[in-house]
């Protein structure tokens, strides 16, 4: 729902402290799925979204996802850390 015509994922790769979280887009024919969507008369505001990027209906969505429409992601790397436990306080701790 960015406005482009990408489909993203993510990669999940354990690291050291943590999880690296790379957020990536995949490209792909949009148009050649387009096709084969109306050859299987598939709903048409779908297909169009993959060429606009933009999803047919958000009224399900949560005011704050619904603002983010049409705004394009960027791919990412993120390094969600693990709970440490603190050894001297005994207590534990979350980083993020």
């Not at 015509?5 to 354990?14: D, E, K, N, Y």
């Not at 060429?51 to 705004?71: F, K, V, Y």
């Amino acid at each position: 729902n960015d406005g482009t015509r990408h489909v993203w994922f993510s990669m999940l790769t354990v690291e050291s402290g943590g999880i690296r979280v790379n957020i990536e887009a995949l490209r792909y024919d949009h148009a050649r799925a387009a096709r084969r969507m109306r050859e299987c008369r598939l709903p048409e505001g779908y297909i169009d979204c993959l060429a606009s990027g933009l999803w047919p209906s958000c009224d399900i969505l949560p005011p704050a996802e619904r603002a983010q429409r049409g705004r394009p992601i960027a791919p990412t790397s993120v390094l969600w850390l693990h709970e440490a436990h603190d050894r001297q306080s005994g207590q534990s701790r979350k980083a993020f």
